[in-house]
């Protein structure tokens, strides 16, 4: 810069700036335009333009589900999420199924199923009328590779592993014949909730722990639907199977849309974009509830939701890992810390009567399997016994009210939280309150991905929730000190490192009772022992809170058939059984509210905006030529 | 380099630019005390012209609102408004008389959590603002006396900053840092420097072409010296100006951090609010009084920063008030 002319130089400067300033104002303005536009577009749910998404081309009908949750893997042998296990069950036929009225076991790939005297050998009659979808006949040799590829590889075991822990030896003497050899009697045999996957596609797969199934399309199966493209965090898109031995589906097309934001998929719903949303908060069933058109379906859920404890992460080869507070490890602290939540408010306040008031591992749902403590053995809620509890502990309050363990650090615990979960959150801030009264401080860490964490035992408490199936089988098996990992690099199926020897001899009882009702006892036993070591707190059994657009989707089964659930169920029904309504009337169901409140909104922007102008045209009168 | 430009050290006696300072009156009391009188002179000079805006009276008026209500909330409302496990109402009640702005999903009083969240919205407005503007000062000061490799090096990293997507930045930045306000306020504060940097070396350069400049460096003065008791106090009124426009935008940034989930879920904030509507599914369900006041508190007090740094703006900067 020439220093002999400061005139030049200011010139220059003025310019400079005042472009600095026009920037500014335009950055200003906008964001000041994103405020009001976000209180607008928040405020304005939908607009009132019918959509026909079905009817688009050609009219092709097209069911579309909002999930929420993200999908694992598309390979069965890794998958454990909901949606993709709900995913697996349209792309592969499992040996058995269960029945949409009752739950029991009902013929799938088997025709039939009977165990030799000494119930260790199992034979199924494969079904000769299923094909694969590229044509090929499937065989009783499929299912055995199937199995044996489990009991052989670790990688291809994370998933099921525990379905297979107890086979011998698997063997397919004929196409139509399944042989299964068991080491002990095992109870889940007519309940083997293991896809069958085509042998010739995955022979030449290398190394099953990595293989996620989605780079070919479309994935060769023989459930009702094939996948015919995938996209992570995207969608899933299925076609159906037109030789489908139980009857091709009536859809032409279901597709699995991912919706990140709750709110985002109910106004797809309201809009007609999707068919089907589930996982509603209770203000938005409320909302929809009045709609016409809209149907919601409030059933008993086959979840349970609770707070489980690091109970110090290991490996199957007596390694500690992870960094899991030392406290939790007392009994007395964890007890302590499930006395202080009240459940009775979680499911009035948070679930606004949505749910269940947890007890029990398993939901009442499944009648046979519901165990509840006695009085005396219930963990009620009881803040005082707590405080009590915790002093005995050896954490006893300082001046600051906080709890102090012998080396004097205060309590303070952090938990993982699942960010795509808002009742996560939302139950945060009860527990913040009632343990912060303990004296306990409480971190939550809500994340979108907490399996990193919770994999390398990285965490103090987390929320913890699992879908059961009918047969309790593996929900049981992932406390087992079996299911957890062999090397802390190593993926376990353990659900949170519980490893305790009189839970796992209990374990190995039921699964080698047949007698229902004897393995019941078992299970129940079970239950109870899992209670008492205080390792997980069930806070609820959330219903399943779901809606759908009678407009797009004429019927559909839930499971039970009474006041059953629609989505995640045991089997394939609801998307099998979805039959679409004639698309003859267009949707009109804009809710007039909504267009109120988007006038209102609208009118306040432009009157805010009109004064800013006019404030900001008078101040600079002067300045205009 | 051993070029940290200290803070500004209003205490020295000395006035920055000698030139313009060589009519003061030469008479009575010490040198403190003269330039004391200056400053309150030049203090009363600026509430005159600051007077003349009308649009600054009003920021200013609602930025005090604002300012009185964010202090005296543990008075007028109290921490209690935050508890869940006390809430007085039921969820998601409509406006009333006794909750004016309705209840939230937990039952508690939206009005007295929008007057709670005006710290936390304020708060990291003001630090990460304070913070992005000392980067820039620094980097501009710096970049502006020292020319040659180092402005090139230093001012290209400033393109750098400019040209990224500050919002995509600081997600980036908010997810893989602890969820708490200083995760917010370092993430406000390290993305929105650059364009006070770039300002304040054009302002640098500008001032250091000056005679008196030269004067003091043949005097002995050295970088420091120059840089934080002449070119600092220069480029101050251009500094505070920024500042104030820059809370408003890091008020608009927390707001929307934490709308996106990435602030601290446990503090009650406006964009926290939003965030917390959305989450209980207020937006399609038409709980609308969940989500107007948050927004338009959020609108208001950005605008009043803006209408108040417009007005410093023009007042300490003598050519964009030459018209009047």
């Known amino acids: ?625 | 380099m051993t070029t940290e430009s200290t803070a500004p050290d209003e205490r020295v006696p000395e006035g920055p630019p000698l030139g313009e300072e060589k009519s003061a009156p030469p008479r009575l009391g010490s040198a403190r005390a003269l330039a004391w009188r200056r400053r309150r002179q030049s203090a009363a000079r600026f509430w005159r012209e600051y007077r003349r805006h009308r649009a600054g009276l009003a920021g200013l008026g609602l930025l005090l609102l604002f300012a009185a209500v964010a202090l005296t909330a543990p008075w007028t409302v109290g921490s209690d408004v935050q508890s869940v496990t006390d809430a007085p109402g039921r969820p998601m009640e409509e406006p009333s008389a006794e909750f004016p702005f309705g209840t939230d999903q937990f039952g508690r009083s939206l009005f007295g959590l929008v007057l709670w969240g005006s710290r936390v919205s304020l708060l990291v407005g003001l630090l990460a603002a304070a913070l992005s503007v000392a980067i820039g000062a620094l980097v501009g000061i710096t970049a502006g006396h020292f020319k040659g490799w180092y402005a090139t090096v230093i001012m290209r990293v400033t393109d750098w900053f400019l040209v990224m997507p500050a919002l995509v930045f600081a997600v980036a930045l908010a997810t893989v840092m602890e969820r708490s306000l200083l995760t917010v306020i370092v993430a406000i504060g390290v993305t929105a420097w650059p364009t006070t940097a770039r300002l304040v070396r054009a302002q640098t350069l500008a001032v250091e072409s000056r005679p008196y400049i030269e004067r003091a460096k043949a005097l002995g003065g050295g970088h420091r010296h120059i840089m934080s008791r002449h070119v600092l106090p220069n480029v101050m009124p251009l500094v505070l100006a920024q500042t104030t426009l820059g809370i408003s935008s890091a008020i608009l940034t927390e707001a929307t951090l934490a709308f996106l989930g990435l602030g601290d879920p446990s503090l009650t904030s406006w964009g926290g609010l939003l965030q917390d509507a959305r989450q209980a599914g207020a937006v399609s369900s038409g709980h609308w009084w969940y989500l107007v006041p948050p927004g338009l508190a959020i609108a208001l007090v950005a605008l009043a920063f803006t209408l108040c740094g417009r007005a410093v703006e023009s007042v300490l900067n003598p050519r964009l008030g030459v018209a009047r």
């Not at chain 1, 007609?272 to 908060?281: A, I, P």
């Not at chain 1, 353990?494 to 374990?507: E, V």
């Open chain 1, 1 to 625: 810069m020439d220093r002999q002319d400061p005139h030049g130089t200011a010139r220059f400067l003025t310019r400079l700036q005042r472009r600095g300033r026009g920037g500014r104002l335009k950055m200003l303005a906008a964001s000041g335009a994103a405020a009001f536009g976000l209180t607008a577009a928040l405020a304005t749910p939908l607009s009132p333009a019918p959509q026909q998404a079905q009817a688009a081309d050609d009219g092709k009908k097209t069911l579309t589900v909002a999930v929420a949750q993200s999908v694992d893997s598309l390979s069965p042998f890794l998958a454990t999420r909901l949606v993709s296990t709900s995913v697996h069950r349209l792309m592969y036929e499992y040996l058995t199924n269960y029945d949409p009225k009752d739950n029991h076991a009902i013929p799938g790939l088997a025709t039939d199923w009977k165990p030799s005297p000494d119930k260790l050998t199992w034979t199924y009659t494969i079904r000769s009328n299923s094909k694969w979808s590229d044509g090929k006949k499937v065989t009783a040799e499929d299912a055995a590779w199937t199995f044996n590829k489990m009991m052989t590889d670790d990688g291809a075991a994370t998933a099921n592993g525990s379905f297979v822990g107890n086979f011998e030896k698997v063997t397919a003497p004929s196409a139509t014949e399944l042989v299964i050899k068991l080491k002990k009697p095992q109870a889940t045999m007519a309940a083997l909730d293991v896809p069958i996957v085509p042998k010739h596609e995955w022979e030449s797969v290398e190394d099953f722990s990595k293989f996620n199934n989605d780079k070919k399309f479309p994935i060769v199966g023989n459930g009702p639907y094939v996948v015919t493209d995938y996209k992570a965090d995207s969608y899933v898109r299925l076609k159906p199977n037109k030789s489908f031995w139980r009857g091709a589906p009536k859809f032409d097309e279901l597709v699995f849309k991912y919706y990140k934001d709750g709110d985002a998929a109910v106004a797809a719903l309201k809009k007609g974009e999707v068919s089907f949303v589930q996982g509603l908060t209770p203000a938005q069933a409320a909302a929809l509830e009045g709609q016409s058109d809209i149907k919601v379906n409030d059933a008993p859920g086959r979840r349970f939701y609770s707070i489980a404890t690091n109970p110090g992460a290991r490996s199957k080869d007596g390694e500690k890992f992870g960094n899991g507070h030392p406290s939790l490890l007392d009994q007395k602290v964890r007890k302590a810390l499930f006395l202080g939540v009240d459940r009775k408010t979680i499911v009035d306040k948070v679930f606004q009567g949505h749910a269940v008031e947890g007890k029990g591992y398993i939901p009442p749902r499944f009648t046979s399997y519901y165990w509840e403590p006695s009085d005396s053995q219930e963990w009620a809620y009881d803040p005082k016994a707590a405080g009590r509890l915790l002093d005995e502990a050896g954490y006893k309050k300082n001046g600051d009210g906080k709890r102090v363990g012998k080396d004097g650090k205060p309590l303070n615990y952090r938990m993982l939280c699942h960010a795509t979960d808002p009742n996560d959150a939302a139950v945060g801030k009860y527990l913040k309150e009632w343990w912060g009264e303990l004296g306990i401080g409480l971190k939550l860490n809500c994340l979108d991905n907490v399996t990193d964490p919770w994999l390398a035992g990285e965490y103090d408490l987390a929320f913890d929730g699992w879908s059961v199936n009918p047969d309790p089988d593996f929900v049981l098996s992932i406390h087992t000190c079996d299911a957890l990992p062999a090397t802390p690099k190593d993926t376990g199926a353990t659900d949170n490192f519980i490893c305790d020897k009189k839970y796992d001899q209990l374990y190995a009882k039921q699964l080698a009772e047949y007698d229902e009702a004897k393995r019941a006892t078992l299970v129940k036993q079970m239950e109870s022992r899992l209670y008492d070591t205080g390792y997980m707190s069930v806070m609820a059994y959330p219903n399943a809170v779901e809606a759908y657009r009678t407009d797009q989707i004429k019927s559909i089964t839930t499971m039970p058939e009474k006041a059953g659930n629609i989505y995640g169920q045991d089997g394939y029904w609801s998307w099998w059984s979805a039959t679409p309504a004639d698309s003859d009337d267009s949707s009109g169901s804009s809710s007039s509210t909504g267009v109120v409140i988007g006038i209102v909104a609208a009118v306040v922007v432009l009157g805010a905006a009109g004064a800013f102008f006019a404030v900001r045209r008078r101040s600079t009168a002067e300045d205009r030529e």
